[in-house]
C-alpha cells in the first residue's frame, strides 16, 4: 500500500495566476499519474510522471500549460499555469503499487475565478 | 480509440445486491479494476480481473467476459456506507495507462 499527501487540500485563485500542487509519497515509486476530475465526473489523466525523466502528457495537456516536477522517487508537483476558470476542478496524484492497483491522493480542490 | 460505458445511476435498499455494470470497446486488454469513491473523497481500489470469471472480497465480487468485452461489479448485503460512485477503469496493454469509465453513483436507501 501507499499513503499519499497533497498541498494544498484547496485553493481560490484568481484568473491569469499559476498553482503548484504537491505530491508527496510514503514510499519510492518509479511512475506517478496526474489525474483531474470535474465534480460528478471521471478521472481524466493529464500526464505520467518519471523520476529523472520529461513527464508524458496525454492528448490534449501540454506542458506549458501542466509543468510537471518530479525530483525524487517519492515527490511531484503538477503546476496549473495561467488559469483560466475552465482550470477549476479536482486534481488528483496517484502511484501504481502493482500493475492493477493505484493508490490516490486526497486531492486539491481548486477554484478559479 | 478506447471507450468504456457504465450506467449512470443505480439505487437500491440497505441488505439487497445490486450489479453494476461495464462495458469497453479497447485495441487490447490487459486486465479491469474497480474503484470505490465518496463524495470529496479519494478513489480507492476494490478489484481486479485479468482472466474470465468472478472474483470474490469480502461484500464485493468482480466479474469478466472478455469475449463480451464486459465486466461488472457486485455488491452484496448493502449498506448506507456504499453509497457513492463506482468506476470502472480498463487497461489495454501492459505498460499502458488505465482508461477510466464515466463511473456509476450508487445510493443506497434505508
Known amino acids: 500500500s501507499a499513503v499519499i499527501s497533497q498541498k494544498p487540500s484547496r485553493d481560490i485563485c484568481q484568473r491569469g495566476t499559476s498553482l503548484t500542487i504537491q505530491c508527496q509519497v510514503d514510499?519510492?515509486?518509479?511512475?506517478m499519474f496526474w489525474y483531474r476530475q470535474q465534480p460528478g465526473q471521471s478521472l481524466t489523466l493529464i500526464a505520467t510522471a518519471n523520476q529523472g525523466s520529461e513527464a508524458t502528457y496525454e492528448s490534449g495537456f501540454v506542458i506549458d500549460k501542466f509543468p510537471i516536477s518530479r525530483p525524487n522517487l517519492t515527490f511531484s508537483t503538477l503546476t496549473v499555469s495561467n488559469m483560466s476558470p475552465e482550470d477549476s476542478s479536482i486534481y488528483l496524484c496517484s502511484v501504481e503499487m502493482s500493475s492493477y492497483e493505484q493508490y490516490f491522493g486526497p486531492g486539491t480542490r481548486l477554484t478559479v475565478t | 480509440g478506447q471507450s468504456l460505458e457504465q450506467p449512470s445511476e443505480v439505487t437500491a435498499v440497505e441488505g439487497a445486491i445490486v450489479q453494476i455494470n461495464c462495458t469497453y470497446q479497447t485495441s487490447g486488454f490487459y486486465g479491469l479494476s474497480w474503484y470505490q469513491q465518496h463524495d470529496g473523497g479519494a478513489p480507492t481500489f476494490l478489484s481486479y480481473n485479468a482472466l474470465d470469471g468472478l472474483e470474490e472480497t469480502g461484500r464485493f465480487s468482480s466479474f469478466l467476459s472478455r469475449s463480451d468485452s464486459y465486466g461488472y461489479l457486485l455488491l452484496q448485503e448493502l449498506q448506507m456506507k456504499d453509497s457513492a460512485s463506482y468506476f470502472c477503469a480498463v487497461r489495454a496493454n501492459y505498460g499502458q495507462n488505465f482508461v477510466f469509465g464515466p463511473g456509476t453513483r450508487l445510493s443506497v436507501l434505508p
Open positions: 514510499s519510492q515509486v518509479t511512475m
